[in-house]
């Protein structure tokens, strides 16, 4: 089955050449991040329907795909609900995509809406009008935005322009071609007269990048929006902004492998001015953040920089069972830590971000635990050790 990556993939592909390079400085379509790694996982339950409602707009799609792309058990499931919340959008495209996912997944050809197939399926029903309704639908709507923006261009009112570049931009996001939404939302970068219209125009391109998982991308953006003039020296803006941004990089250190960089850009978040469920929830800064710390903090630095972060206590607040690894760990009670993040395992796998990553957090997370086990003794007998009740497994 094809992943989400490979999904977008073929959108730079057919896109190709959307990017004006005066506009944007780093194309999109260069994508630096490696392949994803090949995994199924077999869990017991899951609440999809709860899962996905923590999220909105194309994050919550993408999470769920890239759950049927890796749990054939929640397989079906997965792509009806993608196929009920895009729907609720113009991504005419996409809809197609997870149609022709879920036909594959049951071997079968899908009901069509103009009664083509009279056996009952149970399946949802491709519905053709739609796709076609739609499509016209978007382009009537990108002509009226394209015709105000033309009007405020007339009329040189640079705060009109500004937000019709953003409107054309959120447009093209719900219709899935974020080539283009990139192209537009970089646009209004000439027509920003504060600070805040250029961060806000940043995260745009940031979030957008997010999705394409153009992580180059991405940094590069972030560091333009911290280097935005008065941006440190303006408490409204750092509040406003600055756990947004940190999240931001954390995700992209995390995707490059660098599990302290990202663990303390994610503690560096705070609770009460977190709001970017399009991207990641209050509970997700918790398992990335609690878990690179694990990995790669010693005891002394999860003591101070995790349990004593009065910030970031609330986001794992939210996470009872990375929240009691971490205390166990600290506690010295080894054994008790890596049964709590066993636990949990198949459910992490599932997440789209740190998914590829957990075999490799989990596996530093054991190795630091044997070498602290290990740290009071002058020797270790390896056979005795395997002999024992106490494991690291």
């Not at 083509?116 to 519905?127: H, I, K, R, S």
């Not at 995260?203 to 333009?224: E, F, Q």
Request: charged fraction near 20%; hydrophobic fraction near 40%; proline fraction near 3%.
């Amino acid at each position: 089955m094809a992943s989400l990556r490979s999904l977008n993939r073929t959108l730079r592909n057919a896109q190709a050449g959307a990017i004006d390079p005066m506009q944007v400085d780093a194309p999109p379509e260069e994508n630096d991040n490696n392949e994803e790694d090949l995994y199924e996982v077999d869990i017991d339950s899951f609440d999809l329907d709860t899962y996905a409602n923590s999220y909105i707009g194309l994050a919550r799609i993408y999470r769920l795909m890239y759950i049927a792309d890796h749990c054939p058990r929640l397989r079906s499931d997965a792509l009806r609900l993608a196929i009920s919340h895009v729907i609720t959008t113009m991504n005419a495209n996409l809809y197609q995509v997870l149609h022709h996912k879920l036909q594959q997944c049951h071997g079968n050809i899908l009901a069509d809406v103009t009664g083509a197939n009279p056996v009952d399926t149970g399946l949802p029903v491709f519905n053709a009008i739609w796709v076609e309704t739609t499509t016209k639908k978007s382009a009537m709507i990108l002509e009226k935005l394209d015709g105000d923006l033309k009007n405020y261009k007339s009329n040189s009112i640079k705060e009109s322009i500004r937000r019709g570049h953003n409107e054309i931009g959120d447009h093209y996001v719900n219709c899935g071609d974020l080539i283009k939404a990139t192209k537009s939302y970089s646009k209004a970068r000439d027509y920003c007269t504060s600070s805040s219209h250029v961060i806000s125009m940043c995260l745009n391109i940031i979030k957008v990048g997010i999705y394409l998982r153009n992580w180059s991308h991405v940094t590069n953006y972030i560091i333009k929006a911290e280097s935005t003039p008065n941006y440190v020296e303006n408490p409204e803006l750092l509040t406003t902004y600055s756990s947004t941004l940190k999240c931001m990089t954390g995700l992209a250190e995390l995707a490059g492998r660098k599990y302290k960089l990202a663990a303390q850009n994610f503690l560096k978040a705070n609770f009460d001015n977190w709001d970017s469920c399009d991207v990641m929830t209050p509970n997700d800064i918790a398992i990335y953040g609690g878990l690179c710390a694990l990995a790669t903090f010693n005891r002394l630095e999860l003591q101070n920089n995790v349990i004593c972060n009065n910030s970031f206590k609330l986001f794992l607040e939210l996470e009872h069972e990375v929240r009691e690894a971490i205390f166990k760990f600290c506690e010295a009670k080894y054994e008790v830590c890596l049964k709590m993040l066993n636990k949990i395992k198949p459910i992490l796998l599932l997440d789209m971000y740190i998914g590829s990553h957990i075999n490799q957090l989990y596996s530093d997370i054991r190795s630091k635990a044997m070498i602290q086990y290990l740290c009071p003794y002058d020797s270790a007998d390896l056979r005795k050790m395997a002999l024992s009740s106490y494991s690291f497994a």
